[in-house]
Nanobody, 120 residues
Framework: QVQLVESGGGLVQAGGSLRLSCAAS????????MGWHRQAPGKQRELVAT???????NYADSVKGRFTISRDNAKNTIYLQMNNLKPEDTAVYYC??????????????WGQGTRVTVSS
């Protein structure tokens, strides 16, 4: 079983910054891509950013140049540095991981979510 625990959300004014963290723990053999998704009220969950263990990253167009995803493989932890936040970034942010449990890969591991609220 794998647990993903997010932290770092909160309330910030537009133009401000927040840093989210997501740590993976439990019983697993390997983690491939990890990433952040978000879900705003009344909207579908959307991809924000992903990162491969070797470093390659992928970002949604809406956050390019403002958000930076990083990873500490030794700690099985990823981070999302969010700068120049906008009210439209308000959402619950979820961590996601692609995990090898010894028999198969599954990308259906999610954290409980951390809320980010950006006031105008």
């Amino acid at each position: 079983q794998v647990q993903l625990v997010e932290s770092g959300g909160g309330l910030v004014q537009a133009g401000g910054s927040l840093r989210l963290s997501c740590a993976a723990s439990g019983s697993f053999f390997s983690i491939k891509d990890m990433g952040w998704h978000r879900q705003a009220p009344g909207k579908q969950r959307e991809l924000v950013a992903t990162i491969h263990p070797g470093g390659p990253t992928n970002y949604a167009d809406s956050v390019k140049g403002r958000f930076t995803i990083s990873r500490d493989n030794a700690k099985n932890t990823i981070y999302l540095q969010m700068n120049n936040l906008k009210p439209e970034d308000t959402a619950v942010y979820y961590c996601n991981a692609d995990v090898w449990d010894g028999s198969s890969w599954s990308d259906d591991y999610w954290g409980q979510g951390t809320r980010v609220t950006v006031s105008s």
